[in-house]
Structures are given as structure tokens and as C-alpha cells.
């Protein structure tokens, strides 16, 4: 009997103590004062002055020179794709190793996503092996990219920062103007990450943010679009706040709109949680070092570090099993969440979803050798 799904217990234990979730959310500043704020003025749907105060700390955390509030992740990527112009004969590239939400949003524009591999050392979308894929199966018109094999468009890539460690955004990047596909970035698990010095969100033409109850920073439900382009931005919010135009008291909508914006309540949760994310981010590094240090110690299993020239925010901590280390999986998820250690393996690869399973690809080998072999740790900051 190997003692591997035992050690890795301990060596977790020795960090997180007995019993630890795999992330909560942290109720420890303003929330209280700026949600009762709220309650007192009446100022609770979605016009509010929280929700423009979410917004300027959010393009001051990011950089990014706009922020527009969503009522979710999920609605902000939708909205991005509206804008990015993808609709119902087109595909658009997505990592087949994410959450599905970054999937099901191309799918509501009716549009197909196109799975691609992921590279181990960002876990993000391999770009070299894009390339390559891109080149066997598409090729330029004078329309931008078409997928040879079905006939459709190609309008846009979809990347994503797993678990909050930046992809390769300078190769993506690269490929996106060779192949003029839209560049949007899924940094819903990336606040606080930086690629290169710069905060993820900002090399895409639009970017979207999540704060669902899971995420470093949390508004109950949310999320956020960050775009650097003026006209876009004001794209999102009238498309996300039901295409209304602006009069003092007649209802004019001037397309189909989305009732999309972020109410104030949630905002001003939001605010006095983006007031903890430094005091967080730092928290999370010094639990990441506590893991790396405690793994370096064990056979058979390696902690998941930052690439290189990034920051990571390591919202979830990453250990991988060694490739003849797969059979033991679901035995360690077993011995770790029964001693109250909440682990979870990665998000069933898009493409062995039913709904997604006849979706175009390419070889997704990386991918599905990831999620045989990964594994979330707790990572609340408070374990720090
Ligand atoms: C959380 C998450 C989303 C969706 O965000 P919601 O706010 O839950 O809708 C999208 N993509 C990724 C990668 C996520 O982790």
C-alpha cells in the first residue's frame, strides 16, 4: 500500500490545520457599515453610488481605464462576446480546461466554441500548439479567420488565468493579430494577478471579472468587463443596462438589451472587499510558500508555482500528481476531504461535457492529462 494519499493529508494538515474549506469569503471590513449605507438611503438596485465607486477602485486595482459592473462573471463574458461582435455562424477558441462558464457564454450567442490544449506551465492555452492547429485546420480571408473543416468564422479567443496564474498573454497575443481573432481575457479568477508587471485584463480588447461567493474578492454575485477602449465600454453598458437610451422620462431601447448591471448592495459589499484585497493578496503568497515548502518534502506529487515573469494571485492552491501517480487520485481526494480537507480535482475537461462534446477541437492531450492529475488545496487566505 502506498502511503502517498496519507502524507499528502499530513503535509496539508500541517498547513491548514484539521478542518478547512477550499475557499471562503472573508467578512472583515466595511461590509457591515456600506451595505446598512445602502439599506438606510434606499439605495439598493442598480443605480447607486457604490456601484460607480466598485468601478473607479476596480480600473485603479487594474489599471484598466474603464470597469463596468455586472451581475455575474458569466453575464460579463457574455456581454464581451456581444460587443466582440461573435454571433451564430461563428467559433471562438476556449481553453478546454476551464470552468464552464467561459464555454457556455460563447454558446449563448449561439455561437460554437473550439476547444484547445493548455500548457503545463501556465495551464493557460498553449499558443505554439494553437498555431499549429490553427494551421492545419484555418486559414485568412478576406473575412479574417475561417475553420476550413466546418466552414465557419473563427471571430475570437477566449483565454483564461487558471486558478490565477496569467497564461501566456504576449504569444496569445501575437497569434490573435496573425489570425485577427478578438482577444478576451477570462480573468475571473485573476484579480490581483499580474503578467510581465502589468494586471491581467489589459492585453485583451475586453476582459471580464468574476466575484461570485468562490473568488479572492467577493460581492455575493457579480462580476465586472474591463476594457481599455472608450466606444466599447460604453457598448457594454448599454447593452448590459437594457439598451435604454438616455431620457428623463420615455422608454426607448434602441436594440435588444440585457438587464445585466450590478445592483448597489452588492457593489457596496464589493467595495469594502476590494479594500482587503492587498492585505489577502499578501496572505495567499505566505500560504503558497507554506505548500511549496511542505510538498518539496514528498515523492510523487509537485506544487503548482507562479510562471515565470508573473504574479500570481494563487487563488487556488495547485499540487500535481506525477504522471504514474494518476490511479491514486481520487483515493488522496477521498483521504483529504474525509479528514475535513476540502480538495476538488479541475473542471471535467470542456469536451467531455455532453453539451459540448461534438464542438470542433484540437488535440487536447495536455488537457486531460491536467485534470487527471490536479488537485485543489484549501486556500482561504485566513490559513495563512
Ligand atoms: C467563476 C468563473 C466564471 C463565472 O463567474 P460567475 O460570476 O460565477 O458567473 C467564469 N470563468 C471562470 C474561469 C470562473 O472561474
Not at 473543416?149 to 486558478?163: D, E, N, P, V, Y
Amino acid at each position: 500500500m502506498t502511503r502517498l494519499p496519507s502524507l499528502i493529508t499530513e503535509a496539508v494538515a500541517s498547513v491548514a490545520g484539521d478542518n478547512a474549506p477550499l475557499h471562503t469569503p472573508e467578512i472583515s471590513g466595511n461590509e457591515w457599515e456600506y451595505v446598512k449605507d445602502c439599506l438606510d438611503t434606499e439605495w439598493v438596485s442598480t443605480v447607486g453610488s457604490y456601484v460607480n465607486r466598485f468601478e473607479e477602485a476596480l480600473t485603479e486595482i487594474t489599471g484598466a481605464k474603464f470597469a463596468i459592473a455586472t451581475s455575474s462573471g458569466t453575464s460579463a463574458l457574455h456581454a464581451c462576446l456581444i460587443v466582440a461582435g461573435v454571433g451564430r455562424e461563428d467559433e471562438v477558441i476556449v481553453p478546454a480546461l476551464t470552468f464552464v462558464a467561459t464555454a457556455n457564454a460563447v454558446a449563448y450567442q449561439g455561437a460554437t466554441p473550439h476547444f484547445v490544449d493548455c500548457e503545463l506551465t501556465t495551464l493557460g492555452i498553449d499558443a505554439a500548439k494553437l498555431d499549429q492547429h490553427l494551421s492545419d485546420t484555418a486559414e485568412l480571408t478576406g473575412d479574417g479567420c475561417r475553420n476550413r473543416k466546418t466552414g465557419r468564422s473563427i471571430r475570437a479567443l477566449i483565454c483564461m488565468h487558471t486558478f490565477g496564474h496569467p497564461c501566456d498573454l504576449d504569444g496569445l497575443k501575437a497569434l490573435c493579430d496573425r489570425w485577427r481573432l478578438v482577444l478576451i481575457e477570462d480573468a475571473a479568477e485573476s484579480i490581483g494577478s499580474y503578467y510581465k508587471g502589468q494586471h491581467t485584463g489589459n492585453t485583451g480588447v475586453l476582459s471580464a471579472l468574476s466575484f461570485n461567493g468562490n473568488k479572492i474578492i467577493t460581492t455575493g454575485g457579480g462580476g465586472a468587463v474591463l476594457t481599455n477602449d472608450e466606444d466599447l465600454a460604453r457598448r457594454i453598458k448599454h447593452i448590459t443596462t437594457t439598451a435604454k437610451t438616455p431620457h428623463a422620462w420615455e422608454f426607448v431601447h434602441d436594440e435588444i438589451g440585457y438587464n445585466y448591471r450590478l445592483p448597489n448592495v452588492n457593489a457596496a459589499i464589493g467595495c469594502a472587499q476590494l479594500e482587503k484585497l492587498p492585505e489577502w493578496l499578501h496572505q495567499k503568497r505566505a500560504l503558497a510558500a507554506k505548500y511549496r515548502d511542505v510538498m518539496k518534502e514528498l515523492a510523487g506529487i509537485s506544487y503548482f508555482d507562479e510562471p515565470a515573469e508573473c504574479v500570481s494571485n494563487y487563488w487556488l492552491n495547485v499540487v500535481m500528481l506525477d504522471e504514474d501517480k494518476i490511479e491514486l487520485r481520487d483515493v488522496i481526494l477521498e483521504a483529504l476531504n474525509g479528514a475535513g480537507l476540502m480538495s476538488r480535482p479541475a473542471w471535467t475537461p470542456m469536451h467531455m461535457l455532453e453539451m459540448f462534446g461534438k464542438c470542433p477541437r484540437g488535440d487536447l492531450s495536455t488537457a486531460e492529462s491536467v485534470f487527471r492529475r490536479l488537485i485543489n488545496i484549501p486556500s482561504s487566505p485566513r490559513l495563512a
